[in-house]
């Protein structure tokens, strides 16, 4: 495993791999710290290209100020073993001075699908993801680029910016990883005191308990599901909703509270973000109908 930190070098690296017709060329990008989360997306990289590049960047243009840009988690011996034990043929870890060696006056925006859930909780954050991963396809180029749809919406918009900027890279969202108990894996899960850890249980209790009401047809409409999580999620006393929220995906549209997510003929996405604390957790999940049936 090669590990780099500097953007010409990782040019050369990738050059040869391809000149060696060793597959396609797979990205991971991440921000380090790395989980099973990370590692599944790894294998699914590992599973679909000959090649496969992650890159490691806090990058700061996605925090806002007030945000953990400082204190984000890192542990880059760490990561580097991860990496290592999962096949990965390249590290790319670049400094903020080898991605931004002067203030960029260049950046990409996704209009619509960033002006709502994390978008509108966070201003300016999918401009700074948007330019990164950009920056990143410039770099690399790709031809598979693996996201977790732990960040659905992310995964949305990037799709989004891919086909409106005709890149030549083939997104793969990759699904949503989870402790045996149900949390969602998160660079940010350490931030938890043992008591907002167990708390932190009612995101994922409450969007499975809502999977399970659509499928028995207890709950149908956008309303009614969005009652129950807030319902649920309101049962933690240290929880605080930032959203929670049922849009169709990937269009990421509101749907009328009376409206039946079956009605829609979309697949709709159940999003909640929630703070414990200082911090901010986000899980989703999806119901698709297929045939009359929900899929979830
Ligand atoms: P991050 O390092 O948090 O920026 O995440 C890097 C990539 O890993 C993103 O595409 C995330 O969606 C993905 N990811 C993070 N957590 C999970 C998880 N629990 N399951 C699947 N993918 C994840």
Redesign the pocket.
Known sequence: MKVIRNIKELRAEIGQHRSMASGPVGL???????????E??IKRAREMTGTVVLSIFVNPIQFGPGEDFETYPRDEGRDLSVAEANGVDIVFIPGVQEMYPQPTKTKVTVSELTSLLCGASRPGHFDGVTTVVNKLFNIVNPDYA??????AQ??AVIEQMVQDLNMDVTIVP?????ETDGL????RNVYLSAEERKQALVLSKSLKEATRQLAQEEVATAGEVRNLLVKIISDAPLARIDYAEVLTFPQLQPIEPDTRLADTGKDCILALAVYFGRTRLIDNTLFQMKEGIPHV
């Open positions: 991971v990008p991440t921000m380090g710290f790395l989980h099973e989360g990370h599944s997306l693996f996201f977790g749809m732990k960040d992310q995964v990759c699904p949503i990883v989870r969602a894996l998160s660079s």
